[in-house]
Each structure stands twice: as C-alpha cells, then as structure tokens.
C-alpha cells in the first residue's frame, strides 16, 4: 500500500503575525503472511517520510511480526519511530528567546495474547519508550518547553471476558515515565493505572459501567510553584440507552457518580456529578 499527503496550514490571532506551515508526506506499507493456516506468520512493515517547511525532513518506520504459536495462542514483537511537529498552539506558548524542536522518539513491545470461547481474551504486554526533545508544558513558566530526553517502560495488561448477560473487560498499565537526564518522574503522569467496565443488553436496554483508577502523579501546585503529589483518582460512570426506531434512541449518562473531588490536575477543580439525558 503506498499513499501520498500534501497538508497546508495557517494560524493567525489578533496577537501574533500569520503563521504557515507546508508538510509533504510518503507512506508505504506491506503485510505478509507465511507458514501454515493453524500456525501462521503474520508481518508488518510500514515506512513514513515527512518534510515539514518547519521542521525539515524525518523518516519514521515500524516492523511487527506476530505468530500463533497453538490454537488461541499469538506471540508479537515491534519496533517503531515516530516524529511529532509542535502545533501552532505550541509555539504560541514557546519562549521566543529558545527554539522549539520536533520531538522523535523509539519504542517496543513484546507480547503474548490468548483468545477463547465467546470472545474471551486476555493480552500481557511489556513496552519500552526513548523520547527526545519531547514537547511538553511547564506550568510553572507557562510555556512550551522541549525535555531533552525522556524513558518509559512498563507493562500493560488487558482482559475481556463474557459474565452473564454482558461482559467484563479490564485494563491495567504499569509504567515509569521519567526525565532520563535527570531521573525525575514525568507530571501529570501516573505509575499506575487501571480500567474495569461491565456491558450488557438487557429487555431492550443496552448498559454499561465503567471504574476508572488513576494512581498519584506528580505535578505542579499552582500558588507555590511547588512540586506535589496529586493523590490517586478513581471515578465511576454509568450509562443506558435504548433503540426506539431506527431513527430515535434515548440515553442517559451519569459521569462521576460518587461525586469525586480529587481533580486530575493540581489547583483545578474536578468536574463534580452529572446527569444527562438525550
């Protein structure tokens, strides 16, 4: 598969001079397959060439390879690079005084999936991330600033599994995003994270409810300028609907239904219980 994409842009407000920007892309992309119909060999390889008027020209790839080692049973591995241009509203925000540079960064992932009856699946993944010049933003100078170099690695495990008349599924994801130079956690990034969601249909009546856990994270206190440590977050949604026609449908969500106040970010308030129906 081969594809081309020209994009032009501009950006202006009542404060700052006309801002354009030309990106020139090329992808290509190829998927094979190999060995037996019960064991099969599954690769992918994609390849990405932008020239940014901006930022200059980045070659970007990424190669996959997957294998069902027995019946329910599928062993993977990738590698990929990635370049990301900072938006125009990030170099409104960028000190005029310091350039603002693309950010490349590396990552892989190894993993083992098992699949069964009824759509029962369960996926373990470990990943490992290498970012430089990462765009990020300083809330204390209120700026957009580049991180020279920043890491991450962890480990991500995912579930989905029918339980009566619906199903269960479930996300967790262990990480430790840091600055590499100088070993300092990431803001506003949690170690821990963690998803449970139940889905059923039930006499016309489709159904779901979904727990959210986010761990501690650090980040920065809005009076002081100082570090702290925004405490874990958990939250829980629920929301129903039913088809009337097949042109009309009513709904209602209820998001945060304990009514939280821990926010998600230091200094905001969190967004507190609400109901609506459509």
């Known amino acids: 598969q081969l594809g081309a994409e020209a994009k032009r842009e501009r950006f202006s407000d009542s404060g700052t001079p006309e801002r354009t920007r030309n990106t020139d892309s090329l992808r290509a992309a190829w998927l094979g397959r190999f060995g037996t119909d019960t064991q099969p060999l599954q690769v992918q390889a994609n390849l990405r060439s932008d020239r940014s008027s901006a930022y200059g020209q980045a070659t970007t790839g990424l ?8 019946p329910g049973w599928k062993a993977s591995a990738q590698a990929s690079t990635g370049f990301s241009a900072p938006s125009f509203l990030d170099e409104l925000y960028a000190n005029p005084a310091t350039e603002l540079r ?22 373990v993944a470990v990943f490992v991330q290498r970012q430089r010049d ?5 809330p204390v100078t209120f700026e957009t600033v580049n991180i020279a170099r920043a890491k991450n690695q ?18 967790a994801t262990l990480q430790d995003p840091r600055d590499a130079d100088s070993g300092v956690a990431l803001k506003r990034r949690a170690r821990q994270s963690l998803a449970l969601n139940y889905s059923a249909a039930l006499a016309g009546w489709q159904g ?25 977050r958990t939250t829980l949604d629920m929301a129903i609907h039913r088809q009337l026609t097949p042109t009309w449908r009513i709904s ?11 926010p998600e ?3 905001y308030t969190a967004a ?5 129906v459509t």
């Open 63 to 70: 190669l996959a390879v997957a294998y069902t080692v027995s």
């Open 102 to 123: 693309a950010e490349y960064s590396r990552q892989g992932e190894l993993a083992a999936q098992w699949s069964g009856a009824g759509g029962a699946l369960a996926r």
């Open 134 to 138: 990462r765009i990020s933003f300083d």
């Open 154 to 171: 962890g480990l991500e495990l995912m579930a989905l599994w029918p339980l009566g008349p619906g199903r269960v599924g479930a996300e």
């Open 208 to 232: 779901v409810a979904a727990l959210r856990y986010t761990g501690e994270r650090l980040d920065t206190d809005p009076v002081t300028f100082g570090d702290v440590v925004n405490p874990a």
């Open 252 to 262: 209602a969500k209820l998001d945060n239904v304990a009514d939280s106040e821990v």
């Open 265 to 267: 970010v230091a200094g």
């Open 272 to 276: 507190p219980r609400s109901l609506l």
